[in-house]
């Protein structure tokens, strides 16, 4: 027991010293060497908590990513692919209210967007096409009243 214990500790204390190795130079993930890290990676607030949770692959960020508010509450999460944003990215408030979600196709807005506000009502749709505004874009109020609306057509 003891000594499971003791293999236990090590193993955690391991884990914390390579995520305290891996650092992001020039846009870039990289170990205490230099190289390309991969692997699953973690980032703490001063207070403990955690900030992030990624993964990384050559020193990219790759696959479903969290970010926290400094009370641990989820703030923001989604997909990279190849170091873009991809496909569908959500947010929330410190309460967990969703206040947004947005799509891309590597790291270009592509899709429809929605910002709610801190109640959950609906307060914004959004639509983008290979990076450009494009469909129709309205606005609510705070009782959920349509106060704007705008069509975009590509390349306008």
Known sequence: MKRNLILLALVLFASVLNAQAVTLSNGMYVDENGAAFTGSYTQK?????????????????????????ET??????GNYLNGQRNGLWESWNNAGVKISDANYVLG????A???????GNLRMEMHYTNGEKTGAWKMWNEVGTLISERTYAAGS
Do not use: S
């Not at 992030?52 to 969290?66: C, T, W």
């Not at 967007?113 to 109640?119: A, F, L, S, T």
């Open 45 to 69: 607030f001063a207070n403990g908590i955690t900030k992030a949770e990624f993964n990384v692959i050559k020193g990219q960020l790759d696959g479903y990513a969290v970010y926290y508010h």
């Open 108 to 111: 270009i807005k592509d899709g």
């Open 72 to 77: 641990g509450a989820k703030m923001e999460a």
């Open 113 to 119: 967007w929605h910002v709610w506000d801190d109640n």
